[in-house]
């Protein structure tokens, strides 16, 4: 198994919005990205001409720290409505429209140049944004209770000029990079969407979907898992359990916190 440098796990919290059926924000690690998902769901599609008589209309809509969106949001956006629609079980609502927004709340600064210029311009790569602003969309789903086949995660990738992998890159080392590669897993482990940019081999690359994986389900692998009663093989040392880092770790401690949260105002109501 390739072996990459991992950073501070991601942080998530749910139901940050009030006004939103479901609503997450999403803390890359390292300093990164601050995402915050809003989701509408299910709601009236707005024109009839978009409205689809066997499954669910989803619309994504990315909107920058500063600024308006342009070309770079849109092909986000077409990355992250493709990949959310591969897990959302759509003919269970036909007719109707899941609403994803995500607003970017902060960005990382690079501390390398004078005045610490923040990253995350038109100019810089998409990469970092798709893998963070999936990740809120996920979390936001869940917290609307939006029908889904499974869960999914998404980790950043560079390749390093010594070929060293490193999980979560910071913005001084993406521009340092060779390549950046984008990975996202659904919690069976199958991939969902790949992205890559940079000059890479493709033993390079295979190495870098090795380590992503390993960031977003952990080191359990899914294919351990027993198809009737669902129990993960408990076979080696407890590191091959479990990874602390992993997203998909974060998403279900997210979820627990969810629980406990509402299960308490109960008790108290």
């Known amino acids: 198994m390739a072996q990459g440098t991992m950073g501070d796990p991601p ?32 709601v009236e599609v707005p024109y009839r001409s978009d409205e689809i008589s066997e499954s669910t209309f989803l619309e994504v809509n990315l909107r920058p720290h500063n600024g308006v969106s342009m070309v770079k949001e849109r092909h986000v956006e077409d990355l992250i409505k493709r990949t959310i629609q591969t897990i959302v079980l759509g003919e269970e609502t036909p007719r109707t429209m899941l609403q994803i ?75 340092h990079s060779n390549s950046l590669h984008v990975f996202c897993f659904s919690s069976d482990g199958k991939i969902l969407l790949m992205e890559s940019e940079g000059r890479f081999a ?27 009663n669902g129990d993960v093989s408990m076979e080696g040392d407890d590191t091959s359990r479990s990874s602390a880092t992993c997203v998909l770790d974060v998403v279900r401690k997210a979820m627990e916190a969810r629980v406990i949260k509402d299960e308490n105002w109960r008790q108290e109501s």
Not at 16 to 38: E, H, Q, R, W
Request: charged share 15%.
């Open 11 to 42: 942080q998530a919290v749910l139901h940050t919005l009030a006004s939103a059926d479901g609503s997450a924000t999403y803390n890359a690690p390292n300093g990164g990205f601050k995402i915050v998902a809003g989701v509408n769901y299910p």
């Open 101 to 175: 927004t995500l607003q970017v709340v902060s960005v990382e600064t690079d501390e390398t140049l004078p005045g610490g210029v923040k990253g995350g311009g038109q100019a810089e790569t998409y990469l970092d944004i798709l893998a963070s602003s999936i990740n809120a969309a996920v979390l936001g789903c869940l917290d609307a209770g939006v029908q889904m086949r499974a869960v999914a995660g998404a980790a950043l990738v560079a390749i390093g000029q010594d070929r060293q992998l490193v999980v979560n890159p910071n913005v001084h080392q993406r521009k």
């Open 202 to 228: 493709m033993s390079e690359w295979k190495e870098a979907e090795q380590v992503a994986r390993s960031a977003v389900v952990g080191h359990n692998d899914p294919s351990n898992i027993n198809k009737q």
